[in-house]
């Protein structure tokens, strides 16, 4: 609900003061964190540069944290922390040795789906106060182990990881109106969802013979583990795209989405995709009323995009789901189509809160065009419940195992 803009005149305020300050912030966000700060008067310089090191005020990738992990800073401020919630990682490790040396520090996200993504970063703050150098990827295990060995009292503010504690914060989350009213006070009406079903999905038998035909094998002789598919090329097959071909077998989804399109007369649209060989195929369907936005787009061509879809120039922006889906303000459109189901419940809601945003003042439609029986209606299922990536890893892991019995 702005976030950079809060943060903005926070980093002004200790400029102010004279104290350094480090913005940390995924690649796509940096330039809207610079436009935001310079509008009020603060120039953020690039830390990892030589030239701009030694501003008051710098920003900085999660990936160039290395550049500056020496630095000593009053003020860091971390957005998108669920980013760096995997304390074990290499960036969480970089990014703590920095917060650890600073006086305040600032986390912010605005992904809180549930109670397991708050004391992720809530046990990452107290994590901030142990003298251990490395804390194992599992926080929850090592809270227990050491607050077992220390007797500490299982509450909310250290002990979060616990039964006790998840119940209690899920509790206080759920007493906590604050969100309802900041969308009540600035006027952003409801978001409806609709679902609509296609059959798009590529036979998952054929794959398996024609697997087995190309390695000389007996189909009925095959070992039921044997062949079965990685989740994201299951997701694929769903889709109607071939993975390893890198061609659209079933053109379903487009036709779909072409459809809801020509519904909609003349309101602009996002699609959100996943897969830049699916994405190209939809851009190229709707012509020259679309731009392409995908993760190999260079930051020109992708603010000229954005550009022009924000003036009206373009009706249509196709974009995947990792490129764009945080921090940037899309609310002139009112419509978004979700082409590619996908199971990480933070990239979902990122990129439903594209149109969902302050100053948006029509009432918002998503649609999502899944494929019947395949695959893409577990992953409802997994959002719908709001696993963790782990555990819908596992879920979908096990469905795969079910459809692949079943096309043997």
């Given at each position: 609900m702005?976030?950079?803009?809060v943060?903005?005149?926070m980093v002004?305020?200790?400029?102010?003061?004279?104290h350094r300050?480090?913005?940390?912030?995924p690649?796509?966000?940096?330039?809207?964190?610079?436009?935001?700060?310079?509008?009020?008067g603060?120039?953020?310089?690039?830390?990892?540069?030589?030239?701009?090191?030694?501003?008051?005020?710098?920003?900085?990738?999660?990936?160039?944290?290395?550049?500056?992990?020496?630095?000593?800073?009053?003020?860091?401020?971390?957005?998108?922390?669920?980013?760096i919630?995997?304390?074990?990682?290499?960036r969480?490790?970089r990014?703590?040795?920095?917060?650890?040396?600073?006086?305040?520090?600032?986390m912010?996200?605005?992904?809180?789906?549930?109670?397991?993504?708050?004391?992720?970063?809530l046990n990452?703050?107290?994590c901030?106060?142990?003298?251990?150098?490395?804390?194992?990827?599992?926080?929850?295990?090592?809270h227990?182990?050491?607050?077992r060995k220390?007797?500490v009292?299982?509450?909310?503010?250290?002990?979060?990881?616990?039964?006790?504690?998840q119940?209690?914060?899920?509790?206080?989350?759920?007493?906590?109106?604050?969100?309802?009213?900041l969308r009540?006070?600035?006027?952003?009406?409801?978001?409806?969802?609709?679902?609509r079903?296609?059959?798009?999905?590529i036979?998952?038998?054929?794959?398996?013979?024609?697997?087995?035909?190309?390695?000389?094998?007996?189909?009925?002789?095959?070992?039921?583990?044997?062949?079965?598919?990685?989740?994201?090329?299951?997701?694929?097959?769903?889709?109607?795209?071939?993975?390893?071909?890198?061609?659209?077998q079933?053109?379903?989804k487009?036709?779909?989405?072409?459809?809801?399109?020509?519904?909609?007369g003349?309101?602009?649209?996002?699609?959100?995709?996943?897969?830049?060989?699916?994405?190209?195929?939809?851009?190229?369907?709707?012509?020259?009323?679309?731009?392409?936005?995908?993760?190999?787009?260079?930051?020109k061509?992708?603010?000229?995009?954005?550009?022009?879809?924000?003036?009206?120039?373009?009706?249509y922006?196709?974009?995947?789901?990792?490129?764009?889906?945080?921090g940037?303000?899309?609310?002139?459109?009112?419509?978004?189509?979700?082409?590619?189901q996908?199971?990480?419940v933070?990239?979902?809601?990122?990129?439903?809160?594209?149109i969902?945003?302050?100053?948006?003042?029509?009432g918002?439609?998503?649609?999502?065009?899944?494929?019947?029986?395949?695959?893409?209606?577990?992953?409802?299922?997994?959002l719908?419940?709001?696993?963790?990536?782990?555990?819908?890893?596992?879920?979908?892991?096990?469905?795969?195992?079910?459809?692949?019995?079943?096309?043997?």
């Open positions: 702005g976030k950079t803009y943060g903005a005149r002004a305020k200790e400029v102010g003061r004279n300050v480090l913005v940390v912030a690649p796509s966000l940096c330039r809207a964190w610079k436009d935001e700060c310079a509008s009020i603060v120039i953020l310089g690039d830390a990892w540069k030589k030239k701009g090191k030694d501003a008051v005020a710098t920003i900085c990738t999660y990936d160039r944290l290395k550049y500056v992990v020496t630095e000593k800073y009053d003020l860091v401020i971390a957005d998108e922390a669920h980013r919630k995997n304390y074990s990682s290499q969480g490790k990014f703590r040795t920095i917060a650890t040396r600073a006086d305040q520090l600032l912010m996200t605005g992904t809180l789906t549930n109670y397991r993504d708050a004391s992720e970063l990452y703050l107290w901030l106060g142990t003298e251990k150098d490395e804390i194992p990827s599992r926080i929850t295990e090592y227990e182990n050491y607050c220390k007797r009292s299982a509450n909310a503010e250290v002990w979060v990881s616990t039964p006790t504690g119940r209690l914060l899920n509790n206080a989350i759920k007493r906590n109106a604050r969100f309802r009213k009540e006070e600035m006027d952003v009406p409801d978001l409806v969802e609709e679902l079903y296609v059959d798009s999905g036979d998952l038998t054929k794959k398996v013979i024609d697997a087995a035909n190309a390695l000389n094998l007996d189909y009925e002789q095959i070992d039921i583990n044997y062949g079965q598919p990685h989740i994201t090329h299951a997701l694929m097959m769903a889709n109607g795209y071939d993975h390893e071909d890198r061609v659209m079933n053109t379903a487009i036709e779909a989405i072409k459809d809801v399109l020509e519904d909609l003349d309101e602009q649209c996002i699609v959100w995709v996943y897969w830049r060989g699916f994405a190209e195929a939809v851009a190229t369907a709707l012509g020259t009323e679309c731009r392409l936005i995908y993760g190999g787009t260079s930051p061509q992708k603010d000229d995009a954005i550009a022009e879809f924000k003036a009206g120039t373009v009706k922006l196709v974009a995947s789901i990792g490129s764009i889906a945080e940037h303000n899309l609310q002139n459109c009112r419509y978004s189509i979700v082409a590619n996908w199971y990480d933070i990239k979902d809601r990122q990129s439903r809160g594209r969902e945003r302050a100053g948006q003042k029509q918002m439609v998503q649609i999502r065009i899944v494929a019947e029986g395949t695959l893409e209606e577990d992953v409802m299922t997994v719908n419940r709001k696993m963790s990536l782990h555990e819908a890893q596992t879920f979908l892991n096990k469905r795969i195992d079910v459809r692949y019995r079943n096309a043997r």
